[in-house]
C-alpha cells in the first residue's frame, strides 16, 4: 500500500520568528533555508516581504540560490478594501518577490471583519476573491491561509467556508484552516476539518499555534480528518506558545501511521536539523523535547534502565537513531547497578572485571548526590570516580594549595588574583595569574602551572560555568553546585563540584575538568609527564 503523501509548510523563517527572543539575520535565513531543503520540507515561507527591508534581503539573496526539494514561499495579506488589486502595495511585493509560490492571508471570522478591518461581510469576500485571482494571473502558486477559520467557524460556520469558497472559486491551490488563537479543541478539529471537507474540493491543510497545548495534536487530528497539507516551525518557535513543532509533527505522521513527509533516509537528520536552528536562533535546546531533546531517550530509574539493557522497547517508543538521537542512561541518587553498568560500558570502563566494585560506586552516588551532587551532566566526573574506585590511578597533579585575592578600590573597578601551588610528579610549581574574577583567576593559574608539563592543555577550553544554590534558607552560607562545561578540539564534556564555598566547589569542577582532558590524551601524557619531572 502507498504511503499519503503530506505536505509539509514550514514557516520557521516568518512564523518563528514572530516568538519570543527569536530573530535570524537574512544571511541565517538562507542557511536554514538550504538546511530545510536538504530534509526534504516542501514549502519554505520566507517571511513578508511587503512588511520589513531584512525579508526583502532574503528574498533578493534567495534568488541566487538553488533548492532541490523546497519552494521558497513569500506570505502577505489580501488587498486592502477599496484598492484595486492590481494597485495593492501588497500584493505587488508579493509577486516583486519572485517566489513560485505565495502564502496569502485573509479574514475568515466576522468579529474581525467588523471590528478590525471595519467593513462589510460581501467586502471581504470580494478582497479575498480579487487578490488570489490576481497572483494566479501572475502564474503564482497560491497557498490561502484562512487566519482564524476554527473560530470564525464556531461563530458562523456558513459564512466562514463562504470565505474558502472565495478563495477556492478564485483558483487557490491549497485552502490551509488556521487555529490563530490557538484555543481549538482536538475533537473540535476533527469535526470541523470533515465538515469543511464535505464542502469543497480543493485540497486542505492545517496551521496550528499551541497556546491550549494541542498544535501538534490538532495537527495530526487534521490529517486525520483529511488534510494533505501540514504548516509548523522547527522546534514549535512561534508567536506567543508558538506553532505546531513539526520535529514531533513529522515522526509522528511518518514513523507511526501511514504517511510520507519527506523523503526516504532523512529522518536521521531530524535532531541535527533541530539543533542547527536553534544554535542559529541562539536559544538553547529543549533537552524534553520529543524526538530530538537530550533527554528525549534518557532513562534514570534503576528499573527502567534494567529492562532496556534487556529490551529497549520497554522503555522507549521508537529507536532514537531513526531521529538522530542516542540513549543515555543518568546516573543519581535513583541509580542502581544497572545504571552503572550501562553508563561505565558507555564509557568504554569495563565493570565486569570489577563486578564486586558496582555496589560499593552505587552507594558513593547516592552519597555524594545526597550532598548535592548531581552527574547528569557531569559525566566526565563520573566516569572519574568510576575509574579511580576500579583501577590503579595516578593523579596527573596535586593541589599544595592555592589563594585567591579580590580587591576592589576607589575607581570601581574589581580585581581578581589567583596563586596556586601544584604539585606533579616531584616538582612543585608555583604560578600566579590575574582574571575578570576568582574563578577565572584561579583558570588562568593552574593553566601556567600545568602548561610546562602538558601544553596540551592549551587545546582545552571553559565552554560554560553555571552555579547553583542548593538550600537557600541558608543565604550567603548555603551549599552550592558548580557545574563547568569544557571543550576541546573534537570534544566536549562536563564536570561538577559542590561546596559551601563556591571556590572551593568550582576548584573541584576545574580539577575534574583538567585532569579528564589529561586522562583522554592517553599514555603519552604519563609520559611526558614523567620524562619533565625527572
Known amino acids: 500500500m502507498t ?43 520566507g517571511g513578508w516581504p511587503g512588511s520589513n527591508p531584512k525579508d526583502m534581503e532574503f528574498f533578493e539573496l534567495a534568488k541566487h540560490h538553488s533548492f532541490n526539494n523546497a519552494r521558497i514561499v513569500a506570505f502577505g495579506s489580501t488587498c486592502r478594501a477599496g484598492n484595486a488589486a492590481e494597485d495593492d502595495a501588497n500584493l505587488c511585493a508579493l509577486v516583486g518577490a519572485d517566489t513560485a509560490a505565495v502564502s496569502l492571508f485573509g479574514k475568515s471570522w466576522l468579529l474581525h471583519v467588523k471590528k478590525a478591518l471595519k467593513i462589510s461581510a460581501q467586502d471581504n469576500l470580494d478582497i479575498i476573491s480579487d487578490s488570489v485571482a490576481f497572483l494566479k494571473n501572475h502564474g503564482k502558486e497560491v497557498i490561502y491561509d484562512a487566519e482564524h477559520f476554527f473560530d470564525g467557524y464556531k461563530d458562523n460556520p456558513e459564512y466562514a467556508v463562504k470565505t474558502l469558497k472565495a478563495a477556492e472559486q478564485a483558483g487557490a491551490d491549497v485552502l490551509v484552516l488556521c487555529d490563530t488563537n490557538g484555543g481549538t479543541l482536538t475533537h473540535e478539529v476533527t469535526q470541523i476539518v470533515s465538515e469543511v471537507r464535505a464542502q469543497t474540493d480543493t ?8 497556546d491550549s497545548e494541542l498544535a501538534v495534536a490538532n495537527t495530526l487530528a487534521a490529517v486525520a480528518a483529511g488534510c494533505v497539507h501540514v504548516q509548523g516551525t522547527v522546534n514549535g518557535y512561534g508567536e506567543r506558545c508558538g506553532n505546531a513543532n513539526l520535529c514531533s509533527v ?15 533516509g532523512k529522518m536521521d537528520q531530524l535532531s541535527s536539523l533541530s539543533h542547527f536552528v536553534s544554535e542559529l536562533a541562539n536559544v538553547s535546546p529543549d533537552i524534553r523535547q520529543p524526538y530530538v531533546g537530550r533527554s528525549a531517550f534518557a532513562h534514570k530509574g534503576g528499573i527502567h534502565v534494567n529492562a532496556i539493557m534487556k529490551n529497549e522497547q520497554t522503555y522507549e517508543h521508537v529507536v532514537p537513531e531513526k531521529v538522530g538521537n542516542r540513549r543515555r542512561v543518568l546516573v543519581s541518587d535513583l541509580s542502581g547497578k544497572s545504571n552503572v553498568y550501562y553508563k561505565s560500558d558507555e564509557l568504554g570502563i569495563e565493570l565486569d572485571k570489577h563486578g564486586d566494585d558496582a555496589p560499593q560506586i552505587v552507594q558513593k552516588l547516592k552519597e555524594l548526590e545526597n550532598q548535592g551532587y548531581q552527574f547528569e551532566a557531569a559525566e566526565a566526573s563520573f566516569e572519574l570516580l568510576v575509574k579511580k574506585m576500579t583501577e590503579p590511578w595516578e593523579e596527573y597533579f596535586a593541589l599544595e594549595g592555592f589563594r585567591i585575592i579580590v580587591e576592589k578600590n576607589v575607581s570601581g ?21 590575574e582574571g575578570n574574577g576568582p574563578v ?59 561546596s559551601e564555598n563556591i571556590i572551593e566547589a568550582s576548584w573541584q569542577a576545574l580539577s575534574d575538568s583538567f585532569s579528564y582532558f589529561l586522562m ?5 601524557v604519563l609520559d611526558t609527564q614523567a620524562n619533565k619531572a625527572s
Request: charged share 30%; net charge negative; with cysteine.
Open 203 to 210: 485540497r486542505l491543510g492545517i496551521h496550528a499555534h499551541n
Open 520 to 524: 583522554k590524551q592517553g599514555q603519552e
Open 250 to 264: 513529522v515522526p509522528n505522521l511518518q514513523l507511526k501511521q501511514d504517511y510520507s513527509c519527506i523523503p526516504p
Open 413 to 433: 573597578g574589581a580585581r581578581s588574583e589567583a596563586t596556586i601551588r601544584l604539585k606533579v610528579g616531584d616538582q612543585i610549581e608555583h604560578c600566579a595569574a
Open 440 to 498: 577565572n583567576a584561579l583558570d588562568g593559574a593552574m593553566r601556567k602551572a600545568l602548561h610546562k608539563f602538558f601544553p596540551e592543555i592549551d587545546n582545552m577550553h571553559l565552554q560554560d560555568y553555571k552555579v547553583r544554590v542548593l538550600n537557600e534558607k541558608d543565604g550567603t552560607g548555603a551549599r552550592v553546585r558548580v557545574l563547568i562545561d569544557s571543550a576541546g578540539s573534537e570534544d566536549s564534556w562536563g564536570t561538577v563540584g559542590v
Open 3 to 45: 504511503a499519503t503523501n503530506i505536505q509539509i509548510f514550514d514557516t520557521t523563517l516568518r512564523d518563528g520568528t514572530q516568538g519570543e527572543k527569536i530573530a535570524f539575520s537574512a544571511e541565517d535565513k538562507i542557511r536554514i533555508a538550504h538546511k530545510l531543503d536538504e530534509f526534504g520540507f516542501d514549502y519554505i515561507e
